[in-house]
């Protein structure tokens, strides 16, 4: 790449603990978000980028960032991250909307070390929509996957502490008997940047958590389905996911992080202090510790009624995208 040569600072900039909980507090208005997103890992992914479309009242959505993966679908971390891009590409392109200057790459490997950060378009973005900030509006950075490209961005511009808040869906509710989830599993030295940065930070675990929002063939059939292309391109991934839908649910995980802006009552957090995370992959507690929001229970008959009212207000031409994500 070219441009600007980043250096890496070791040493985080102080984050005054009332800063963070004024950051941390609920979101007033319409939110300012990016979306990073492991999109073709699962297909909850998906549905979270399309509510966020979908919420412009809430929700100024100004850039997605495809993060990356690696499991059965993917060869390794670079062709998760490509693979989350053409799905992003094409979620786009079912909304009318284009990619350029508004859909980023991301990092093609994860953090070799707690103090190495990958570049990536995507995070050189993040580093300058998120200097871009007017002092009193944070960027949100809503991220539903492996965090690499935003710990990525705080390592190479770690002024962007006092800029951003990160809402991550990831890791298990704080008294699971383990951390042990696949967005954490995928990078867990990102995980330790957000969790030891001070970045004002909204954690949203998956286990006990987001693992409320359970949905089913027939209900997506009777409510996604035929409500434009968006509608049909979410149905026939839920569909395919499974060869037996009988007597099956399954969880769309990834509507937790973005529901937290866009339908925030449904969403109960309280303020704690920032675990740690052991190398047992489990959660530690030490009260000395600066403050987090945890999220520790969703509505999940508010969110599914959100998303599908939405979905069939745009599907009837009574919705429009902003005009940020229409630009």
Sequence with gaps: ???????????????????????????QGRARMVLDTDTFNEIDDQFALAYALLSPEKVSLEAVYAAPFFN?????????????????????SRFGLPTDGYAFRGSERYLPGAEEPVDSPAARDLVA?????????????????????????????PSILRKIVVVWLGGHALHWPD?????????????????????????VPCMGVASQLLTTLPEVNERVRGRGAIGDFLAERYESCSDDHFGRSRVIWDLSAVAFLAQPQAVWSHIVHSPLLTDNVTWSFNSSRHLIRSAYFIDRDAVFRDFYAKLDDYAAGQRTLSAVQRA
């Design 72 to 92: 059965e679908l993917s060869s390794g971390p670079k062709d998760g991250m490509e693979k989350s891009y053409e799905e992003i590409e094409r979620i786009l």
């Design 129 to 157: 929509r998120a200097q871009a900030m007017p002092d009193d509006e944070p960027l949100y950075v809503v991220a539903i996957g492996a965090v690499t490209n935003v710990a990525s961005a705080i390592l190479l511009e």
């Design 179 to 203: 951390a042990n989830e696949f967005n954490l599993q995928q990078d867990v030295h990102a995980v330790r940047v957000l969790l030891d940065s001070g970045v004002p930070f909204v954690l």
């Design 1 to 27: 790449m070219t441009g600007r040569r980043w250096t890496v600072m070791s040493r985080y900039p102080k984050v005054e603990e009332a800063f963070r909980l004024e950051r941390l507090a609920a979101p």
